[in-house]
């Protein structure tokens, strides 16, 4: 077997005990492909330190090259901040060309992100992918591309596969979209709008917006490479952003760890009333994952924000909880694994726009969790979870990552959980399952 390959069906490891375990957790997904669009778009070469090398930055790494964009990866003995030394990728903004192919896979930040950087392109861009990338919404991004000047040959449903007529400029300018099935359809947006003619004006017509945070870290690494940002929060009107055009900065950015991948090792203390740490947790972050530190914490632990780092100790006890869950979506898959093992039943609103995302997560957590013995339900935006005693079988994943590592939250607790294609997980966290048996000292 290769390095690094898994079995078609992995065995999820069943905790002997309380897990007492540091874990490195490498950097953030959102943060990584972010940075790396805005560094492809400044007028001066930037760094990415530690930036999270995984399928999704791969693949916008790859898009981004294609494009003619120099990205040199190298590793650095850096003197900046909490970088130290490690990977880095010194990235060349040399200038945006088609013809050229891109493959999204099924990253959602790539299809999303980056058919308004080939509309500054000065030849076509092809956009291919997955199959489920084909089911994935793009309307929003497609639509407001054309109102705002962009030539785009699609086949009609508002969804990949697509190409790109870049035109070497854009007009830019005032749109309105429905990003109530992503808001990623914003980020996408805001993210090339200071290379636009007139900038963009952004105004979100739909009924909700999930996701907010992602919307929020956008709109701070905008600003933190220099481009000026009208929002809802800095005393705009409500769903409306403005980005003014003008030159981007090249930065020297440390990327924070993904506090999303971290979830399954939070998780794990609370699960078998153990602790974790989780070394450069920033202090203040956009992150919707550190929105874990409340959650877990109704949800039965206790978390201490130490200059090293999060420290996160379970107290044996495991609590169900009623959570609107709208702000961090991507959350969803690991805190209904940890709700099917609970003390009391639990509620998770506001996330229907999770039937659109790797997969059919609501549907995907019902049918795995309750394959298990579990009894969990469906609601018009979420799920109902009853705790029972579950037992073994086979977790599919679906393709996603995060069923994957949801099944591994389950298999901590309930012996003889199979998760099918855990190596799934290399979307966002190439090493999951050697981390987890590192976490459970079983490496
Ligand atoms: O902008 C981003 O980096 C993300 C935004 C969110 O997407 P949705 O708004 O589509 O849920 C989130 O779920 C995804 O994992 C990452
Ligand atoms: C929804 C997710 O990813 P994507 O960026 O593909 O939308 C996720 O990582 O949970």
């Known amino acids: 077997m290769a390095l690094n390959a898994q079995p078609a069906l992995w065995p999820a490891p069943a905790a002997s005990g309380a897990v ?44 981004l090259r294609a494009m003619g964009v120099g990205i040199e990866e190298t590793v650095s003995s850096s003197s900046s901040g909490a970088g ?61 591309l054309r109102l705002l000047g962009a030539r785009i040959d699609d086949d009609g449903r508002g969804a990949l596969p ?19 099935s992503s808001s990623q359809f914003v980020s996408a947006l805001l993210l090339s709008a200071p290379r636009f003619n007139q900038g963009v004006e952004v105004r979100h017509t739909g009924a909700t917006l999930p996701s907010l945070p992602h919307i929020r870290m956008t709109v701070d690494m905008l600003r933190s490479v220099g481009a000026q940002v009208d929002t809802p929060e800095s ?45 450069d947790w920033p202090a203040r972050t956009t992150q919707p994952g550190d929105q874990l530190r409340d959650i877990f914490t109704e949800m039965g632990g206790a978390c201490e ?44 609103r506001g996330v229907a726009h999770l039937r659109l995302h790797e997969t059919d997560r609501l549907a ?12 969990v339900t ?16 086979v977790f599919h994943t679906y393709d996603d990552h995060r069923m994957a590592t949801a099944g591994a939250i389950i298999g901590l607790a309930v012996e003889g959980v199979q998760i099918e294609n855990v190596a799934t997980t290399a979307k966002t966290l190439p090493d999951f399952p050697e981390m987890w048996t590192g976490m459970l000292g079983k490496n």
């Open 20 to 63: 007492d375990a540091t874990v490195h957790v490498p950097g953030s997904k959102s943060v990584t492909n972010r940075a790396l669009v805005l560094a492809a778009l400044a007028s001066e070469p930037g760094w990415l330190r530690r930036p999270l090398r995984s399928r999704d930055t791969l693949l916008m790494a790859g898009a």
């Open 84 to 144: 130290g030394s490690g990977e880095a990728w010194r990235v060349l903004p040399t200038g945006l060309h088609g013809p050229a192919t891109v493959d999204v896979g099924n990253a959602g930040t790539v299809m999303r992100f980056l058919p308004p950087v080939a509309a500054l392109a000065d030849g076509p861009i092809r956009f291919d992918g997955d199959p489920r990338s084909y089911e994935r919404p793009l309307n929003g991004v497609i639509d407001a």
């Open 162 to 180: 697509l190409t790109v007529h870049g035109g070497g400029a854009l007009d830019g300018g005032p749109v309105a979209i429905d990003a109530s």
């Open 235 to 279: 005393g705009g009107e409500p769903n409306v952003w403005r980005v003014t055009p003008g030159a981007l900065l090249g930065r020297d950015l440390t990327i924070e760890p993904d506090l999303s991948n971290a979830q399954p090792f939070l998780a794990a203390a609370l699960v078998t009333g153990g602790k974790v740490v989780v070394p």
């Open 305 to 348: 924000l130490t200059e090293y780092g999060l420290v996160f100790t379970g107290s044996g006890a495991i609590h169900g909880i009623d959570v609107d869950l709208s702000e961090v979506g991507e959350l969803t898959p690991g805190i209904a694994a940890v709700a099917a093992l609970a003390d009391s039943p639990s509620t998770l």
């Open 364 to 375: 995907a957590l019902t049918k795995e969790i309750n394959e298990l013995g579990g009894d």
């Open 378 to 393: 469906e609601t018009a935006d979420g799920l109902h979870i009853r705790p029972r005693p579950l037992h073994g079988g």
